[in-house]
């Protein structure tokens, strides 16, 4: 009997214990845990929520127009100041810096729940932890908020998610929950993956032609290539200036800085089908691609041209002006040689300029176009191809194909994006059988979960030039928004782990427990994620 209510007491503090551990995603630097008499009720009227700052109306505001979508409660804002007030959520916005400029500190007790940065954006992560101190499933008031004390700031500065509109194209209300999805896990970058093969995405005021055609295709490849025919349906879409300038209002409301891509001197069919005059073979027609994958015949590039130069100058002008990101995205990748060895114009260009072949013209094309946008005050990024030939001076790398790239400019101190495919490409398949069209790769959960951004390699010195890291979500074989969501979730709630929490509070298992409340969140905000991880 003794040993039966022993066990049974473990059993209880195991619950107890189990339960006074919020889920938090992701996993905060320091966290302790409070009393039970000292949780927070939020009341639907009387509870208040305080700013110190108008600066912190965009986290009052997320805050407010969750709690009223979700559980239907109505929050009043005041800026008046009460130092007795009781009831009160307030945010705060202090003098003195912290260490970390996204830093915050979190305090829950039965009076008030306290949130403080130095910076707007450091009160809008404490927000998003707030939210997951929530019941999920709660159907009555007041909302019980567990008692903590929480100080929290990210790992990585960079902390960044990708979304190709290329292949498939994307309307502004997706973009926009696309964007809220970021900022509950607390990432700071959108990139914007405007342009491809595949439709271009963006209006172009000097340019219409960019989306009169090459915003639309005459039809898909159907099934997983090399496919089952073409579906000869028409295909396309764009975002109208207005309309990029109102998601860029949206993020920047959520601390989401947007970086748009604009590819070249490859992956650019959707452009030469409007202006073939840009090409190495302008007399021969071109249109938008509607099979995926590179094809060294078919995709012809760039001619790096005066004119295809003033051309891209004119487009990076309008997409600079657009957008207030100090960086723009210029591709790099996968462009095919065949075309400029083809081609007696670069030819002539290689031995004029003294350039070794056509790696060193694609270094050339590079490095004139990052002289453009530095002379506009903006630094570009580029894929890991831009190392060939020679690294622009002040480009960053995304490194794609493994973390090579990435080492190799983390030695040369550029700034790197890792987001090597083998663990950052949440396209490929989540399980080995994945139940529908995906690329043909494989990605787990635990995978993305255990990659490390910074190279052992590296040493501390160089270690400083991981920027961060990024997820992609290429969209070949994402054709809808419930597919974009299953791909992404819960390989999101991984990725933000890898790049907010301390490397040492990384813990798969643990994060798997905290994994299913979050999914409870999931349910309620009708997010359709891959739930196939619990069936295995
Ligand atoms: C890439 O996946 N081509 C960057």
Redesign the pocket.
């Known amino acids: 009997m003794r040993i039966l209510i022993s066990i049974i007491s473990t059993l209880l503090l195991f619950q107890v214990s189990r339960a006074q551990l919020p889920s938090l995603i992701p996993q905060p630097v320091e966290m302790t845990i409070g009393k039970a008499s000292e949780n927070f009720s939020i009341d639907n009227r009387s509870t208040q929520l305080f700013i110190s700052d108008n600066k912190l109306k965009p986290a009052a505001d997320f805050f407010i127009n969750y709690i009223k979508k979700y559980y239907n409660l109505d929050l009043s804002l005041t800026t008046a100041t009460d130092l007795n007030r009781k009831n009160v959520i307030n945010l705060t916005l202090t003098k003195v810096a912290d260490p970390n400029p996204e830093q915050y500190a979190l305090g829950v007790s039965s009076k008030s729940v306290n949130i403080r940065s130095s910076s707007a954006t450091g009160v809008f992560y404490g927000i998003q932890t707030l939210i997951q101190l929530l019941p999920p499933n709660a159907k009555a008031f007041p909302l019980q908020v567990q008692a903590v004390t929480i100080t929290d700031y990210p790992r990585f500065a960079y902390r960044g998610m990708h979304l190709d509109v290329s292949r498939h194209f994307f309307d502004l209300s997706f973009v926009k929950k696309y964007i809220d999805y970021l900022a509950i896990h607390k990432l700071n970058y959108f990139h914007w993956h405007l342009t491809d093969d595949h439709g271009w995405r963006i209006e172009i005021k000097k340019h219409p032609k960019l989306t009169q055609i090459g915003a639309w295709r005459a039809g898909t490849i159907i099934g997983l290539y090399p496919g089952n025919g073409n579906d000869g349906i028409r295909y396309g879409g764009y975002y109208t200036q207005e309309e990029v300038k109102e998601v860029i209002r949206y993020a920047a409301e959520r601390y989401i800085t947007i970086i748009p891509e604009i590819e070249m001197p490859g992956?650019s069919m959707a452009v030469l089908a409007a202006y073939p005059e840009l090409s190495t073979t302008p007399k021969l027609p071109k249109k938008v691609a509607e099979t995926w994958g590179?094809f060294n015949k078919f995709n012809n590039v760039l001619l790096p041209s005066e004119q295809t130069f003033t051309f891209l100058e004119e487009v990076l002008t309008e997409v600079m002006d657009l957008f207030p990101s100090p960086y723009i995205h210029i591709?790099g990748?996968?462009c095919s040689k065949i075309w400029w060895k083809q081609s007696a114009f670069s030819q002539q260009l290689i031995k004029e300029k003294g350039l070794k072949n056509e790696t060193g013209l694609q270094s050339y094309f590079i490095h004139r176009v990052e002289k453009f946008v530095n002379s506009k005050g903006k630094t570009i990024i580029g894929?890991d191809e831009i190392l060939d030939g020679g690294l622009a001076p002040n480009a960053i790398v995304?490194s794609?194909?493994g973390e090579k790239g990435g080492i190799a400019a983390a030695k040369q101190k550029h700034k790197v994006i890792m987001?090597p495919?083998n663990f950052m490409?949440f396209n490929h398949a989540q399980f080995l059988k994945d139940d529908s069209l995906t690329a043909a790769k494989f990605l787990p959960l635990a995978n993305v979960y255990n990659y490390e951004p910074v190279p052992a390699e590296l040493s501390s010195a160089e270690a400083k030039y991981i920027w961060g890291a990024q997820g992609?979500l290429?969209s070949e074989y994402i054709s809808n928004p419930a597919k974009a969501e299953y791909m992404l979730f819960p390989r999101l709630d991984a990725l933000s782990e890898v790049l907010w929490s301390p490397k040492a509070k990384r813990n798969f298992s643990n994060f798997q427990q905290r994994l299913k409340q979050q999914l409870r969140r999931y349910d309620q905000m009708g997010i359709k994620y891959s739930k196939r991880y619990w069936e295995n």
């Open positions: 992956h590179i591709g990748d996968e894929w995304m794609w194909r987001t495919e490409y992609n290429w």
